[in-house]
Structure formats: C-alpha cells, structure tokens
T-cell receptor, first 112, second 108 residues
Framework: SAVISQKPSRDICQRGTSLTIQCQVDSQVTMMFWYRQQPGQSLTLIATANQGSEATYESGFVIDKFPISRPNLTFSTLTVSNMSPEDSSIYLC?????????FGQGTRLTVV | AQRVTQPEKLLSVFKGAPVELKCNYSYSGSPELFWYVQYSRQRLQLLLRHISRESIKGFTADLNKGETSFHLKKPFAQEEDSAMYYCALSDSWGKLQFGAGTQVVVTP
C-alpha cells in the first residue's frame, strides 16, 4: 500500500496567479500521476511524472500551464500557472502499488 | 481510443434492495478494470478489480468481454454503501481512465 500526503487541501486564488501543489508518498514509487476533477465531472489524467525525466502530458494539457517537478522517488509537485476561473477543480495526486492506485486527499482549488 | 461509460449519474435504492451499477468500456487490448469508491469526506479508494474475482463488502463485478461490460452488483444494499462509484480502466503503464461516476444513495 501507499500513503499519500497532499497539500494544500484547499485554496482560493486570484486569477493570473500560480499555485503549487505538493504530493509526498511514504514509499518510493516509479511513477506518480496527477489528475484533475472539474466540478460535476470525473477524474481526468493531466500527466505522469517520472523521477529524472520530464513529465508526460495527456492530450489537452501542456507543460507551460501545468509544470511538474519530480525531484525524487517520494515527492512531486504540480503547479497550476496563470490561473483562470476555469481552473477551479480538485487536483489529485496518485501512485500505483501492487496494481492498485492510491490517491491523495485532493486539493480543492477555487480561482476568483 | 479507450473509453469507460457509466450511464447512470444517480442511483437511489432502498436498504435491502439489490443494486447494480453499469459500466461499459472500449479498449483495443486486454483491459484491466477496476471499481473505485469515494465515501463522504474520504479519499478515493479501490473497491475491487476484475483480476481478483473477489467479493468486497458484498459487491461483485464480472468482466464480460463479449458485452464489454464490468457491472458492479450487490444483492442487498446497506446504508453505508452510499457513496460515489467510479469504474476505471487501466493501461499497462498504470494510467487510469475513469467513467463519469455513479452516485449511490441508499435510503432506509
């Protein structure tokens, strides 16, 4: 299993600013995943973060908007840049262990 | 392209009644399918996976490749089953494609 600590748990931000979300895992994992859950919607994968290489982004997501860092095997950050109200969502960090996905508690972001 | 479809956004059932959550998928290879659940104020967690062929909290799900379905069933719903349920499909790299989710409300 894996225990994930994600912070902040929520934030209210001004449009045009950036927010960095942190994800800490209690064990070493090869890949970490970042998901977005827009209001009333399901989870959508933003990118896969590997240690030592650039993140791999899904269609519709770009590095300039969602830069990701993965400095070691237990930590990753996702930045939401130049925010607009459309970025208001829950952002979730996830890892896989034993073919089971484990999730952080999520970061509820509101952009005003 | 892979896709997961959950046609019901909301399922309201009485305690003790059977409940079935529908999930259909499209995938070009051999799919690995899961049901994840999110109880109120808790994080998303695994309920069951098709390869385990197990029953968790009274829930079962059978992969039907002919109908490309992975419906979740429980013969007697309990109030603690009220939650959001997501059907998900995994590729070989561990990335998950989620369905839209079904909110289950079990009323006494």
């Amino acid at each position: 299993s894996a225990v994930i600590s994600q912070k902040p748990s929520r934030d209210i931000c001004q449009r045009g600013t950036s927010l960095t979300i942190q994800c800490q895992v209690d064990s070493q994992v090869t890949m970490m995943f970042w998901y977005r859950q827009q209001p009333g919607q399901s989870l959508t994968l933003i990118a896969t973060a590997n240690q030592g290489s650039e993140a791999t982004y899904e269609s519709g997501f770009v590095i300039d908007k969602f830069p990701i860092s993965r400095p070691n095997l237990t930590f990753s950050t996702l930045t939401v840049s130049n925010m607009s109200p459309e970025d208001s969502s829950i952002y979730l960090c996830s890892v896989e262990s034993g073919r089971e996905a484990f999730f952080g508690q999520g970061t509820r972001l509101t952009v005003v | 392209a892979q896709r997961v479809t959950q046609p019901e956004k909301l399922l309201s059932v009485f305690k003790g009644a059977p409940v079935e959550l529908k999930c259909n998928y499209s995938y070009s290879g051999s799919p690995e399918l899961f049901w994840y659940v999110q109880y109120s104020r808790q994080r998303l967690q695994l309920l069951l996976r098709h390869i385990s062929r197990e029953s968790i909290k009274g829930f079962t799900a059978d992969l039907n490749k002919g109908e490309t379905s992975f419906h979740l069933k429980k013969p007697f719903a309990q109030e603690e089953d009220s939650a959001m349920y997501y059907c998900a499909l995994s590729d070989s790299w561990g990335k998950l494609q989620f369905g839209a989710g079904t909110q289950v409300v079990v009323t006494p």
